[in-house]
């Protein structure tokens, strides 16, 4: 069956990089995305990647796609106070075109 | 161009009673996606439609149901409310339900039901 994991908690200096891992068990995922999630609001679509890519850029944002282990990451480079939330990490199957399962969540804290 | 839009955003319901929850997707979007998020399960998918279709549902009882309408607007309902439905009723909606180039699925902000 399908399967998500995050680690629950990151903690980085503001300034530093953050590096949030997640690893998925659905050989046939299609798109892999990461989601921000602050306190009482909804999920914010940061980027997603297709599963025939292998890296993606946008800003300060850096997703590495490492299909044979299924493992991906996401790098926030120069963190920042108000990157202070809960990431989650999403997969969509083949079967399942719009249909995401998702991991726990990693709750990353930014300290000045 | 306005977001996934989901109303109420707060309500509180009695045990036994049935609630709704709406959402409009963003302008063009013909797929919407339900979620539940509860600290102890996280985000499960509930349903998807497209086209006023049911694509694919979740492992739910069947007290929760929705429906699609010709606008694509969509609407949950969850009858004969039992406390653990306490949780935050996500909408989300793509362009598409299919695999293409980008297939972004974007989320609104959710409808805070509480049990009591």
């Known amino acids: 069956g399908e399967d998500v994991e995050q680690s629950l908690f990151l903690s980085v200096r503001e300034g530093d990089s953050s590096v949030i891992n997640c690893t998925y068990t659905?050989?046939?995922?299609?798109?892999l995305y990461w989601y921000k999630q602050e306190p009482g609001a909804g999920l914010q679509l940061l980027t997603y990647?297709?599963?025939?890519?292998d890296m993606k850029q946008d800003q300060r944002l850096t997703v590495l796609l490492n299909k044979k282990d299924k493992h991906l990451s996401l790098r926030i480079a120069d963190t920042q106070t108000g990157d202070s939330a809960i990431y989650f990490c999403?997969?969509?199957?083949?079967?399942?075109?719009?249909?995401?399962?998702f991991g726990k969540g990693t709750m990353l804290l930014v300290s000045p | 161009k306005a977001g996934v839009t989901q109303t109420p955003r707060y309500l509180i319901k009695t045990r036994g009673q049935q609630v709704t929850l709406s959402c409009s997707p963003i302008?063009?979007?013909?797929?919407v996606s339900w979620y539940q998020q509860t600290p102890g399960q996280g985000l499960q998918f509930l349903f998807e439609?497209?086209?006023?279709?049911?694509?694919n549902k979740g492992n739910f009882p069947g007290r929760f149901s929705g429906r699609q309408f010709s606008n694509s607007r969509s609407e949950m309902n969850v009858s004969t409310l039992e406390l653990g439905d306490s949780a935050l009723y996500l909408c989300?909606?793509?362009?598409?339900?299919?695999?293409?180039?980008?297939?972004?699925?974007?989320f609104g902000e959710g409808s805070w039901l509480t049990v009591v």
């Open positions: 989300a909606s793509s362009l598409e339900s299919g695999p293409s180039s980008g297939n972004t699925i974007y």
């Open positions: 659905d050989s046939s995922s299609t798109y």
């Open positions: 990647i297709f599963s025939n890519m």
């Open positions: 999403a997969e969509s199957s083949f079967s399942g075109y719009s249909t995401l399962t």
């Open positions: 302008s063009g979007h013909r797929s």
């Open positions: 439609y497209f086209s006023e279709t049911q694509r």
